[in-house]
């Protein structure tokens, strides 16, 4: 597996070895002891999430103020383009961004440790994307950021209709009034 750190030290950007020929590919998505040599990261897994979305759908920014989840995330039909959002006040890139095309095509994944801001917009005409949870879903402490909040100025890329989003979506605060625990 290669990993490619991002702007944002702490997400990573993971590449499996893909092994291929005439009849098909074959790659482990997942296995514990590479991940963890290759990554340092030592959270336990424990929830599995899938969801299908069409083309121009945008799920996020969420995030956890309790119970804040890590999420290797991955796409296995279509193509998204995926966001993981700086929030813990702490650190030396808060408020920052970092965002990258992830596909059934190019089979990379990308690890967003606990503590940032996630989401996804999807540039295919469907997607699947998968996602394993370092923590359990606790919709009592979930948040939602705006996906077009003017501080954070994520360059999503450009579709051929408004981006769709859930109610939840649209009511997301802006970054400078979230509650991050700033």
Known sequence: ?????????DVLLLEPKVFGD???FFFESFNERVFREATGVTLPFVQDNHSKSGYGVLRGLHYQLKQAQGKLVRVVQGAVFDVAVDI?????????WV????SADNKRQLWVPPGLAHGFLVISETAEFLYKTTDYYA????????WNDPTLAI???ELTIAPKLSAKDMAG?????AQTGR
Not at 1 to 9: F, L, R
Not at 173 to 177: E, I, V
Request: aromatic share 8%; hydrophobic share 30%.
């Open 99 to 102: 965002g990258e095309v992830l």
């Open 1 to 9: 597996m290669q990993v490619t750190k991002t702007a944002i030290a």
């Open 173 to 177: 605060s802006r970054f400078a009034d």
């Open 22 to 24: 005439e009849r098909g």
């Open 155 to 157: 360059e999503w890329p």
């Open 88 to 96: 813990r006040p702490e650190s030396p890139t808060y408020g920052k």
């Open 139 to 146: 919709p009592e402490h979930e948040r939602c950021i705006a």
